[in-house]
């Protein structure tokens, strides 16, 4: 499907039918308070609708429906081949719906429609079929044993999980967390983020008409202290995957230890180094790994390569080509398919990104910023692809996730130094390293202690490979691959006792 004209994409903008309830036992409710907040186009500052403002209330209504649903086993007890054939239909209404679904997504959150039409989308779509293809593949084990007795592994479905998601890739986050815990058989209570929830709801539609059963997927619009605190406290959630910031990955630690010890699974920040050695081939394709890597979706993304640790003896002339690169990454409408920038995914984060740029001494590639507001009221922003070199790597912006469109150059004289600063960070997601020297390569693959590292590339490797981090970036489980299984269900051993009765006397 080819992208659109930017006047065909105003107006399948004009003429959306959003919704507006929460999405909870099958089909859409207000909130039980009355309440709503307005959702806003980050790139226009335009009211885009009022949403059902959940709290605490609505989470114990909707985890009464989901334990229902779990216990009578609508869903959790069907054949691996049905709930795949469901998540499959799910996956043509997606593809059924792609346009509309790009179109509110972009919208709401600020990304172009050329990102949400050519990666959320699809990948969206890729992830769930993987996961529904994946699970009537999946064997259970019998454990070595002797003649009179036989030991089962099983894997069940953990129960009602809590997904805590956060704004920068809202329909394929909520993919990476539903795919495999309603392949498994759980029954999910969603917590989109406040500014990006029109796309999880749409897509709860889309699962109840593919035949998904009533209240297997809730979707609970609302703040993180009035409906992700709630979750994460429940005594009736099994467990919690979250994306998003460590300082709040953290909390539901307490949460967890303060309720009911629920399994807690985290993917949060990074600052992810990218090292350039002097042997590094191609320069210029390397630039545009780095620049891709650091600015694709704003660097509104955790794995984004925000640290470009780069040799002396390469350093001007890899500036140089990343500054022909960046060119590329143009600022705009993000309805208009030729944007490559779009608009910041709010006024909070906008003024965030801007206050670390007011901190940069040295910008040597873009830097502008420009406001957006509309009716007196400020609503989010737009940044400039911009590289600022460092005095070192204890500088705030070295340490700190900027989470925009920022990449902080700090120049090296050789390998050891170069791993040692990648290392010196509390985060460990991602990482890349850019040398021609194949030993060189997979030593610092080794030596780089994070989730993932490319070599010669940026990327987050696919569906099939697992994304999580080390240190502070992650926490009890991996997205993606069937590794993403083991965070939605729990072993049980069951030892059946084969021995003949008159063999053997049990006291
Ligand atoms: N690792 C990642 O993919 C992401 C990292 N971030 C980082 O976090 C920074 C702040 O962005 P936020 O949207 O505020 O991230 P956040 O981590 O606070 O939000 C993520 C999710 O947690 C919820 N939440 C917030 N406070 C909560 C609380 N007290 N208890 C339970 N749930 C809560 C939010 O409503 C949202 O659904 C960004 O500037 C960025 O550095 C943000 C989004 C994604
Ligand atoms: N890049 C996918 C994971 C994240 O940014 O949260």
Not at 69 to 89: C, M, N, Q, Y
């Amino acid at each position: 499907m080819g992208l659109l004209t930017k006047d065909e994409y105003d107006s399948i903008a004009a003429n959306l039918d959003l919704p507006t309830g929460a999405f909870i036992d099958g089909g859409y409710r207000p909130a039980i308070s009355g309440q709503v907040f307005e959702t806003v186009n980050p790139a226009t500052g335009a009211v885009l609708t009022n949403i059902a403002a959940c709290g605490a209330e609505d989470v114990d209504f909707a985890v009464e429906k989901a334990r229902e649903a779990f216990e009578d086993g609508r869903w959790s007890k069907t054949h691996p081949s049905d709930r795949k054939d469901v998540l499959i239909r799910l996956c043509k209404l997606i593809t059924r719906n792609a346009r509309e679904l790009a179109v509110i997504e972009s919208i709401d959150s600020g990304k172009t429609i050329y990102d949400c039409e050519t990666v959320d989308v699809p990948e969206t779509i890729h992830c769930l079929k993987w996961h529904a293809e994946a699970i009537d593949k999946i064997y259970d084990q019998v454990s070595p044993a002797s003649d009179d007795h036989i030991a089962m592994v099983v894997r069940e479905p953990i129960g009602v999980v809590g997904l805590v998601l956060p704004w920068n890739f809202p329909l394929l986050m909520l993919a990476w967390k539903i795919g495999p815990a309603l392949a498994a058989g759980c029954s999910v209570v969603v917590k989109p983020a406040m500014e990006t929830t029109l796309t999880a709801l749409r897509l709860a539609e889309l699962a109840m008409e593919a035949g998904l059963p009533r209240s297997v997927l809730n979707i609970l619009p609302g703040g993180g202290a009035e409906v992700g605190e709630p979750i994460g406290r429940h005594m009736d959630i099994d467990m919690v995957s979250f994306t998003g910031s460590t300082v709040t990955g953290k909390r539901f630690l307490s949460y967890s230890a303060e309720s009911n010890a629920k399994e807690v699974v985290l993917e949060m920040g990074g600052k992810n180094p990218a090292i350039v050695m002097e042997d590094a081939e191609n320069l210029d394709r390397v630039a545009a790994h780095i620049v891709n890597g650091a600015f694709w979706n704003m660097g509104e993304n955790c794995s984004a390569s925000s640290r470009l640790i780069v040799h002396k003896d390469v350093k001007a002339e890899l500036l140089e080509r990343i500054a022909h690169h960046t060119k590329q990454w143009n600022i705009g409408d993000p309805l208009d398919p030729e944007t490559r920038m779009g608009a910041l995914v709010s006024e909070a984060h906008y003024t965030k990104v801007c206050g670390y740029l007011d901190q940069a001494e040295n910008v040597l590639i873009g830097g502008k910023t420009d406001a957006v507001s509309s009716g007196g009221k400020a609503a989010g922003g737009f940044v400039e692809a911009t590289v600022v070199e460092v005095p070192g790597n204890d500088s705030t912006l070295a340490r700190e996730e900027i989470f925009g469109p920022v990449l902080s150059v700090i120049e090296v004289s050789g390998y050891d130094e170069a791993i040692s600063i990648a290392n010196d960070t509390e985060y460990g997601l991602c990482a890349s390293i850019f040398t021609s020297n194949a030993k060189r390569a997979i030593r610092a693959a080794r030596a780089i202690r994070a989730g993932t590292v490319t070599v010669n590339s940026f990327g987050e490797g696919d569906i099939s490979t697992p994304f999580g981090g080390y240190k502070q970036s992650g926490f009890g489980g991996r997205d993606n691959s069937l590794h993403a299984h083991d965070q939605y269900t729990q072993l049980k051993t069951i030892w059946i006792d084969l021995a003949d009765d008159e063999d053997e006397a049990v006291d």
